[in-house]
Nanobody, 118 residues
Framework: QVQLVESGGGLVQAGGSLRLSCAVS????????MGWFRQAPGKEREFVGS???????YYTDPVKGRFTISRDNAKNTVFLQMTSLKSQDTAVYYC????????????WGQGTQVTVSS
């Protein structure tokens, strides 16, 4: 059973930084794509970025240049380093990985709250 557990969220001032972690169990984190998503109050969940098994990364435009996804294979953990945070980055952040009969992001963590104060 694949399980994902996020941590590292909290309250930060605008312009500050946070690093989120996603601990993976039941699978090697590098064996499949890992994605980060976020959901702001009253909005739909949106894709933030991903890291593939070949370590290539992709980011959506709102976070490009500010967020970085990386992994520590020894710890089976994926990270989301967030810098130059803005109030619009306030959201619950989720990590996810692919799987399931139809592919796509199938396994999800419980989420961690990030609040950016202006």
């Amino acid at each position: 059973q694949v399980q994902l557990v996020e941590s590292g969220g909290g309250l930060v001032q605008a312009g500050g930084s946070l690093r989120l972690s996603c601990a993976v169990s039941g699978r090697t984190s590098s064996s499949a794509a890992m994605g980060w998503f976020r959901q702001a109050p009253g909005k739909e969940r949106e894709f933030v970025g991903s890291i593939r098994s070949d370590d290539s990364t992709y980011y959506t435009d709102p976070v490009k240049g500010r967020f970085t996804i990386s992994r520590d294979n020894a710890k089976n953990t994926v990270f989301l380093q967030m810098t130059s945070l803005k109030s619009q980055d306030t959201a619950v952040y989720y990590c996810a990985t692919t799987g399931g009969p139809a592919g796509g992001y199938y396994y999800w963590g419980q989420g961690t709250q990030v609040t950016v104060s202006s």
